[in-house]
């Protein structure tokens, strides 16, 4: 239904997710699928997610599964009241003065300063060898993952296996706790989770998310990415801390942007006349508008404070409601992210 305003479509249009991974950061993502889901000329057809991300997709499609996008919404709130339930007692703890000036980094906080410096000398295998994690108890509490196999909303979760180095997409069928963990698995951290014989790191050093599979596997030609990490940042980090945080940033966006950029170049070369011209010609690019990341840390990521996710969820429904303001006309018709520029960037 081509040139069809989005609140005038008789049927719903269908889209894909793109969402990236950052830890507690994943609760803005939460926001932004609150607000989607409320929109009842939408349907989610694929949704590809890396850690936090991942998480947030699986989340989402289990409910979906069971009571649509309300069964989806609350799903979601559920997850992550747990998550900040789980991490009620954790070490990591802002500082006396944070919380009495309103910040939500864990800069200052002993335990987590503790953490920062240990992780860089003493292997997770040694300082946690019974390879515990709080998030195994709540993504089993929280997912059904057997209703996730026939669920109608296409699953694409991304880990890294560390042998090769190279990405692996895990589809709908093939999701376990152990898969979501992997995806979210960083090294510094946790010991690799091992799947199928191979071990796995968090996603995200492949890709963050992957976009190729929306493309190739899913009917819906809109892409919508939620992005988490901060592709462009103020000043230069100086600090230790501050120069590995953006290193991380950096190489986290890194594998999507190329992603995007081949995506781009396709469009132009393809031979619209063929089967893969056409496929390349109709993709249609969105991303929901972050200005909150670039003002939090990496340590805030390991904040699971429930005001502090409830800040970043209604920060998310913010952006989506501004991107829907903004872009619910392009949505079905043209990309509002400009793919073109980035054939300019080298």
């Known amino acids: 239904m081509p040139n069809v305003r989005l609140e005038?479509?008789?049927?719903?249009?269908?889209?894909?997710?793109?969402l990236q991974g950052g830890g507690a950061h994943g609760a803005f993502t939460w926001g932004v699928l609150d607000r989607l889901l409320e929109e009842p000329n939408l349907r989610i057809d694929g949704i590809s997610g890396t850690s936090a991300g991942a998480m947030n997709a699986a989340v989402l499609a289990d409910g979906y599964a069971?009571?649509?996008?309300?069964?989806?919404?609350?799903?979601?709130?559920t997850f992550w009241r747990k998550v900040s339930e789980a991490a009620r007692f954790s070490p990591f703890q802002r500082s006396p003065l944070d919380v009495m000036l309103g910040?939500?980094?864990?800069?200052?906080s002993p335990a987590f300063i503790t953490m920062d410096l240990i992780a860089r000398l003493i292997s997770p295998y040694d300082l946690n060898p019974g390879g515990f994690n709080p998030l195994?108890?709540?993504?089993a509490e929280c997912v059904h993952f057997d209703r996730l196999a026939s669920g109608s909303i296409k699953l694409f979760v991304n880990a890294t296996n560390v042998r090769t180095g190279r990405g692996r997409i895990f589809r709908n069928a093939e999701l376990t706790p152990d898969v979501l963990l992997a995806s979210a698995c960083l090294p510094q951290l946790f010991q690799a989770i091992e799947i199928?014989?191979?071990?796995?790191?968090?996603?995200?050093?492949?890709?963050?998310?992957?976009i190729m599979p929306l493309v190739l596997e899913c009917t819906s030609r809109d892409t919508i990415l939620v992005p988490i990490n901060p592709i462009e940042r103020p000043g230069t980090p100086r600090s230790a801390r501050e120069i590995l945080d953006r290193i991380n940033e950096v190489a986290f966006n890194a594998v999507t942007l190329k992603e995007l950029k081949m995506?781009?170049?396709?469009?132009?070369?393809?031979?619209?006349?063929?089967t893969e011209g056409a496929l390349w010609g109709k993709m249609r690019v969105h991303a929901v508008p972050n200005d909150t990341m670039s003002n939090l840390g990496y340590s805030s990521k390991l904040n699971a404070e429930w005001p502090f996710l409830e800040m970043l969820r209604d920060e998310g429904r913010r952006s989506a409601d501004e991107f829907m303001t903004k872009h619910s006309q392009d949505l079905g018709r043209r990309s509002s992210v400009d793919l073109d520029s980035l054939l300019h960037q080298v």
């Open 8 to 18: 005038d479509r008789k049927t719903p249009l269908l889209v894909d997710l793109a």
């Open 136 to 139: 195994r108890d709540v993504l």
């Open 66 to 77: 069971d009571g649509g996008p309300e069964g989806a919404r609350a799903a979601l709130e």
């Open 103 to 108: 910040r939500w980094t864990l800069d200052n």
């Open 263 to 274: 995506i781009a170049l396709l469009r132009q070369v393809a031979d619209p006349g063929t």
């Open 196 to 210: 199928d014989g191979d071990a796995y790191w968090d996603g995200g050093y492949s890709g963050n998310p992957s």
